[in-house]
T-cell receptor, first 117, second 115 residues
């Protein structure tokens, strides 16, 4: 019940296209959903995050869509660029995961995005 | 220049040997974490620490040990009891003040290979 399932495992998109990565979860206690971006040989970095009280959050070319009833959320990258080529991880956590001052993150399996010029 | 440093970047170990991975942060963060990353499996939590001299097991703590004697340091020892230690190890930290929405900041990682 703690799993977060992410798809696809890899994705190839042409420059200017839309990249879409999907995640699904089972634990209804999850209430914070961050996305991390990881470049080869580097650690992940927070890209964008959403709480379930909104259905969409947009930051520049990156948008999270959230469907609480379906327990699914997705990352959309508009006008994809070769510099967006990286591994993307969705994650989830809940208020009660790990204590009062810690949010234990459950990560998806990751999606390797390649944007061709 | 604030951040998280991990050393070494690459580490080779003979089977049966213990090895310690270093993690240092100068962000003045209270919480620190160790993750293991394997292809196709995402990041899995090994240990975490909310304050100095206190740490908790994560999902895959068997075969690993940690210490937190200083706020800025959280070394991870991979013991010979870890059956499959070859992986990419990531250290992270967070302020510890925003609760479950705290952003975790990651170091550049250490790639451990057991020969």
């Amino acid at each position: 019940q703690q799993q977060v399932k992410q798809s696809p495992q890899s994705l190839i998109v042409q420059k200017g296209g839309i990249s879409i990565i999907n995640c699904a979860y089972e634990n209804t206690a999850f209430d914070y959903f961050p996305w991390y971006q990881q470049f080869p040989g580097k650690g992940p970095a927070l890209l964008i995050a959403i709480r379930p009280d909104v259905s969409e959050k947009k930051e520049g070319r990156f948008t999270i869509s959230f469907n609480k009833s379906a327990k699914q959320f997705s990352l959309h990258i508009m006008d994809s660029q070769p510099g967006d080529s990286a591994t993307y991880f969705c994650a989830a956590t809940s208020k009660n995961a790990g204590g009062t001052s810690y949010g234990k993150l459950t990560f998806g399996q990751g999606t390797i995005l390649t944007v061709h010029p | 220049d604030g951040g998280i440093t991990q050393s070494p970047k690459y580490l080779f170990r003979k089977e049966g040997q213990n090895v310690t991975l270093s993690c240092e942060q100068n962000l003045n963060h209270d919480a620190m974490y160790w993750y293991r990353q394997d292809p196709g499996q995402g990041l899995r939590l090994i240990y975490y620490s909310q304050i100095v001299n206190d740490f908790q097991k994560g999902d895959i703590a068997e075969g690993y040990s940690v210490s937190r004697e200083k706020k800025e340091s959280f070394p991870l020892t991979v013991t010979s009891a870890q059956k499959n230690p070859t992986a990419f190890y990531l250290c992270a930290s967070s302020r510890g003040t925003s609760g479950f929405t705290d952003t975790q900041y990651f170091g550049p990682g250490t790639r451990l290979t057991v020969l």
